[in-house]
């Protein structure tokens, strides 16, 4: 089980590219609902973090408990069956599959999940509307402006329902207008349906988005709070 009431948690992480420690001992937890930014300099060991959360790199030491599940113990087909029905993605450069349009994109999570194409389809609309980019529907990712794109990118993630959301520099590709907007979007959303959101930037006005900072340097997480305790 995770700790007390959370949803994720990793315990002990630790992860090395070559002589590089990305990871050197690192514990982290996020309640249902709870938006967590995890702040810090390039290279610190953010995303490394974040993929270790969602199952998508496995430590090389260390747990990462989700609800019930031991992910550090699943092989790469449990990992990829648990991102695909609990978690939700937004990557700093959207990721959309350039070859589907918006709406097919925003549809591809729920297909994937078993839903019908009809209702697939329906849902997806509802969410580009939701983000306010439901002009993009019938239009290539290729075709529409960065801004438009991301939410795009933000309604696919939600799309599905996910339990989680980790969001990887979300704004990081975009003007400080439409980030701010994504990021409300983003939030409002999965405070709606009590999504968690791991939200990874070295933005500060991107992490008063959330509900509690934590600070990954070299490797190692040090909570906001506990630092001016
Ligand atoms: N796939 C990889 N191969 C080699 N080194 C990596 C790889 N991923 C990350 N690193 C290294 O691990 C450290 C942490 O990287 P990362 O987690 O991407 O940091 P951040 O997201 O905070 O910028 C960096 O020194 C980076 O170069
Ligand atoms: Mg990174």
């Known amino acids: ?9 990793a315990e002990g992480l630790h992860k090395a590219f070559g002589q590089t420690a990305a990871l050197d001992g690192v ?3 996020i309640h249902p609902g709870e938006v967590v930014a995890v702040l810090g300099p390039s290279g610190s060991g953010k995303s490394t973090l974040l993929h270790c959360l969602a199952g998508i790199v496995l430590p090389d030491s260390g747990t990462v408990r ?3 599940h031991d992910v550090t113990g699943m092989n790469d087909a449990q990992r ?16 959309l599959v ?11 999570p729920l297909r994937l999940n078993g839903v019908k194409r009809k209702d697939a389809q329906r849902h997806a609309r509802e969410w580009l509307e939701r983000l306010e980019v439901e002009d993009t529907a019938g239009s290539r990712p290729g075709e529409v ?15 599905a329902r996910p339990r989680v959301i980790f969001a990887d520099e979300p704004t990081g590709a975009l003007d400080s207008l439409n980030g ?8 409002d959303a999965a405070r709606d349906t009590n999504a968690a959101v791991v939200l990874v930037t070295h933005e500060a006005r991107v992490a008063a988005y959330s509900d509690r900072e ?3 340097r070299d490797g190692k997480v040090k909570d906001m709070l506990a630092g001016l305790i």
């Open 98 to 108: 350039p070859e589907l349009t918006c709406l097919e994109n925003v549809a591809l």
């Open 80 to 95: 990829s069956a648990l991102r695909r029905a609990d978690f939700g993605f937004v990557f700093q450069f959207g990721q």
């Open 66 to 68: 989700y609800g019930d």
């Open 145 to 159: 402006s960065g801004g438009q794109g991301q939410r795009v990118a933000v309604a696919r993630a939600l799309a």
């Open 214 to 216: 934590v600070v990954v």
């Open 27 to 29: 514990d982290f937890s």
């Open 180 to 187: 701010e907007r994504v990021m409300t979007l983003l939030t």
């Open 1 to 9: 089980m995770t700790p007390a009431g959370s949803l994720l948690a």
